[in-house]
């Protein structure tokens, strides 16, 4: 089994950055292809990045390309996000998932969430 924790959230004052952090727990996180979906008040859950493996690969909603920045250490089994010029519609709970790298891919294991709050 494998547990996913997500860290980093916070508030920040638009155009500037947080970077969030997911650990997996028990088995080794390597095996997964992981990603990052948001889910703002009253909205559906949405996918923001994403990433293989090996880490080789990487996939980003265009809401976000260019300024977020997905990344991982096997070592640590630790995913990250690193979230710059942050914008106020860019607040919401932020999860982690493992099982794919794609908005459309089955996601088996998820975390808990972490609050990003982004001031105008």
């Known amino acids: 089994q494998v547990q996913l924790v997500e860290f980093g959230g916070g508030l920040v004052q638009a155009g500037g950055s947080l970077m969030l952090s997911c650990l997996a727990s028990g088995r080794t996180s390597s095996v997964f292809d992981m990603g990052w979906f948001r889910q703002a008040p009253g909205k559906e859950r949405e996918f923001v990045a994403g990433?293989?493996?090996?880490?080789?690969?990487?996939n980003y909603a265009d809401s976000v390309k260019g300024r977020f920045t997905i990344s991982r250490d096997n070592a640590k089994n630790t995913v990250y996000l690193q979230m710059n010029s942050l914008k106020p519609e860019d607040t919401a709970v932020y999860y982690c998932?493992?099982?794919?790298?794609?908005?459309?891919?089955?996601?088996?294991?998820w975390g808990q969430g972490t609050q990003v709050t982004v001031s105008s």
């Open positions: 990433i293989s493996w090996s880490g080789s690969s990487t």
């Open positions: 998932a493992g099982g794919s790298m794609n908005p459309q891919g089955e996601y088996h294991i």
